[in-house]
């Protein structure tokens, strides 16, 4: 903040930068909200249901029957099916006989009979996760059993409206960040806009719920994860399983913030630098490359030598095309269990020396002593 900047707070204007004192509060804010967004105890249904009734007449709709999901898959199929069905009840257009049955049994409970077939078949078979294979039968038992519930209840049809769930959802917790702002500007600046009414009812929502799908007729809201790992950077990130696992056993996996293949994780050796240097998506790949370890990505390329210190605790330097990425320069370094590591450095570095001085912060390599002893 300016010295001479002028501070104006009103209920209806903020202008003039923050001072400490409001800075602090805002850490407060946004420590809540990250437990908000990192939040894995169950969902409480009549608090969630009282958010949920409270934003549909916010924005003049009426109050929706709303449905918790175990899952953001049983979510996003059980809102595919119960959308169908709603919409074959309204034109009247029950060409097959799966859809017509399913309208039938359906009726006024059409979401809640969506949500259960679901929620039933997606987690047959997936709640006792012991082994890898194990893990990846749960995870594929869940989405085919989702796919499966939906398509029994709706058809083709239901599939299809499953597919466009992205089209009406809302984020609930996981948009944690805007609220964490918004929350700041009302409860530390000061601002109280007529908005800041309606927003109490959004508000309430994404404190006490999940993703969720909005339908006029219908919200279905995904419970919290069981658990969600992150790494130092709280970023989704687990090594040695999934980064995010709800009570239905539906996963997800993630490697410092990159969604990855569940596979990467629990099956390592189907993981090979072969797949990891041709994936497509780039992120993907250089994920890939950090699980396999880059002495075996740096073998694969056959990396061309910069420079080699005669110490090899100090290291090679080392440069490799990596596709669709370009050059890249790493130092290959023994360390004291006698084990091989490959660490990402800066293209700009010379020397093995240079390059280690680099990691341990040193931009000048005379500033540095490479250590004594090394585990």
Known sequence: ????????????????????????????????????????????????????????????????????????????????????????????????????????????????????????????????????????????????????ACYDLAGSFGLECAAQWMNSYQGGNMWAGWCSYLAAMRDVIGLRLPEHIAYQAWEDAAREGGFRVMHKEFCIVSDFPEFIRIDDQNRPHCESG?????????????????????EWIEERASLTPQIALTWRNIEQRRAACEILGWAKILAALKARIIHEDLDPEIGTLVEVDIPDIGKERFLRVLCGTGREFALPVPPTMKTAIQAQAW????????DFLPPEVRT
Do not use: C
């Open 242 to 262: 999934p980064s995010h696992r709800w009570r239905d056993g539906w996963s997800l996996y993630h490697w410092h913030g990159v969604a990855i293949p569940a």
């Open 1 to 148: 903040m300016k010295k001479n900047s002028k501070i104006i707070r009103t209920k209806t204007r903020a202008s003039g930068g923050i001072t400490d004192a409001e800075r602090a509060q805002m850490e407060s804010v946004s420590r809540e909200w990250i437990d908000i967004a990192y939040r894995t105890t169950p969902i409480d249904p009549a608090k969630i249901t009282d958010a949920i009734h409270r934003l549909y007449i916010a924005a003049n709709l009426k109050v929706p029957r709303v449905v918790i999901a175990p899952s953001p898959l049983v979510m996003a199929f059980a809102y595919g099916a119960s959308a169908a069905i709603w919409h074959r009840r309204k034109t009247d257009s029950t060409t097959d006989i799966v859809t017509f049955n399913a309208t039938r049994i359906a009726a006024d409970n059409a979401t809640f009979n969506a949500t259960a077939n679901v929620t039933r078949n997606a987690t047959f078979n997936a709640t006792d996760i012991v082994t890898a294979n194990a893990t990846l039968n749960a995870i594929a038992n869940a989405e085919t059993g989702a796919a499966r």
């Open 359 to 366: 990691t341990y912060g040193y931009d000048d390599p005379k």
